[in-house]
Every structure is written in C-alpha cells, then in structure tokens.
C-alpha cells in the first residue's frame, strides 16, 4: 500500500499563484499526476509525471502550471501560476506502482475573482 498526502491548497486571488505538494509513502515507481474535480463536474487531468521525467499537461493548464518531481523524497509538486477562478476545484494527486494506482485525498484550491 502507498498513501499520498497532498498539501499546499487555499484560497488566492486571480492572478495568483499556489505550489500543491503530494508525498507519497514509500517510491512510486510509475507515473505521478495532478487531477482536479470542480462541483458538478468530472475528474480531469491536470498535469502527469513518469519517474524519467516526461510531462504531459491538459491544454488549458499549458503555461501556467508546472508539474515537477523529486524521486529522492517522492514528492511531486504542482505549481500553479496565473490562477483563474474557473481553477477553483479539489486537487487529487494519483500514483501509479507497479500497476496499482493510489489516489490521495484532496487539496481545495480556491480562486476568487
């Protein structure tokens, strides 16, 4: 078993910035990623890790958010830039090792306008 831990969520204004934080357990050996989940609305991806280092980010979040990872503390961040209130969702950090896949409990994240 793993547990994720996210951190670093809260409220800021537009324009802001927050850096999101999930440390896991023990190593996660496959990809790392961010999801959001506004109210009423799906799970989606923000931003996803492998353990090599290549990214993927959904459009939307291209050029604002930044995912990064520290293999040595398996620690993946999020830092988020240019926060818009369409932002404001819960921020779930998933990891996949060896086939299992974990999910961490939620960050909110609030953007006031």
């Known amino acids: 078993q793993v547990q994720l831990v996210e951190s670093g969520g809260g409220l800021v204004q537009a324009g802001g910035s927050l850096r999101l934080s999930c440390a896991a357990s023990r190593s996660i050996s496959g990809t790392m990623g961010w999801y959001r989940q506004a109210p009423g609305k799906q799970r989606e991806l923000v931003a996803a890790?492998?353990?090599?280092?290549?990214?993927n980010y959904a459009d939307s979040m291209k050029g604002r958010f930044t995912i990064s990872r520290d293999n040595a503390k398996n620690t993946v961040y999020l830092q988020m830039n240019s926060l818009k209130p369409e932002d404001t969702a819960v921020y779930y950090c998933?990891?996949?090792?060896?086939?299992?896949?974990?999910w961490g409990q939620g960050t909110q994240v609030t953007v006031s306008s």
């Open positions: 890790i492998t353990s090599g280092g290549t990214t």
């Open positions: 998933k990891g996949t090792n060896w086939g299992s896949v974990y």
